[in-house]
Each structure stands twice: as structure tokens, then as C-alpha cells.
């Protein structure tokens, strides 16, 4: 059984962290691209952040770079995290931890929310200004 849990969202001012956390259960970690998504109502899921351990590359949309960073570790357990610093409320969304087995070398492959097999239950992230 494949679980995602994720954790950490609530409710902040603008110009506060926060730090999400996904707990990954029941697929081979190394074998999948790791990425952080959000939704807010009416829009398109966007690709936040994503990581890949087979290859080791990160990448971030234009709208979080240098804000948020993207960890994971599979050394005691698997796990994604998200830290958010400098949050503005244009962030607010729920935030969904998902997994892509990774069919392609093509980076961008992975930065389309189409590409996901797995999404956790997200978690929401306000931030008010």
C-alpha cells in the first residue's frame, strides 16, 4: 500500500516559514521523483518544488525560487520536505506531496502535476498579509 502522508501547513502572517513534511510509504523511494504541488481553488495544480534522488537534482518554480527548499531523507525514513521562508499570500493553497516513477530522463516531465502516480492528502497553507 502506497501512503503519502504530509504535515505541517496552518496559518501564518506574510514574511513567516513554515516547513512541510511528507512521510512515504510502500514504493521504492530512489525510483521516483518526489515534488511538492499546490492548488488554489479555480487554478491549475502547480508544481512547487521537485527532487529526484537517482539523479540528484532539485528544481523550483520562478515563484518560490530563493524562498522554499526542497529536502528529502531515506536514510532512517523516507521523507520530503518543504521549508517555506518569506511566505506571501499569494503562496496560500493546499500543498500535496506526489510521486512520479521516473519514466523519463526529460526533467521537464516532471513539472506538469500530469505526471504524478501518487498524491498524499494535502495540507493547507494560509498566509495573510
Known amino acids: 500500500d502506497v501512503q503519502l502522508q504530509a504535515s505541517g501547513g496552518g496559518l501564518v502572517q506574510a514574511g513567516g516559514s513554515l516547513r512541510l513534511s511528507c512521510a512515504v510509504s510502500?514504493?521504492?523511494?530512489?525510483?521516483?521523483?518526489m515534488s511538492w504541488i499546490r492548488q488554489v481553488p479555480g487554478k491549475e495544480r502547480e508544481v512547487v518544488s521537485c527532487?529526484?534522488?537517482?539523479?540528484?537534482?532539485?528544481?523550483y518554480a520562478d515563484s518560490v525560487k530563493g524562498r522554499f527548499t526542497i529536502s528529502s531523507d531515506s536514510n532512517t525514513e523516507n521523507e520530503v520536505f518543504l521549508q517555506m521562508n518569506s511566505l506571501k499570500p499569494e503562496d496560500t493553497a493546499v500543498y500535496y506531496c506526489?510521486?512520479?516513477?521516473?519514466?523519463?530522463?526529460?526533467?521537464?516531465?516532471?513539472?506538469?502535476?500530469?505526471?504524478?502516480?501518487?498524491w498524499g492528502q494535502g495540507t493547507l497553507v494560509t498566509v495573510s498579509s
Open positions: 527532487t529526484s534522488k537517482s539523479d540528484g537534482s532539485t528544481y
Open positions: 510502500g514504493i521504492t523511494f530512489d525510483d521516483y521523483a
Open positions: 506526489a510521486a512520479a516513477l521516473r519514466r523519463s530522463d526529460y526533467s521537464g516531465y516532471y513539472y506538469s502535476a500530469s505526471a504524478y502516480d501518487f
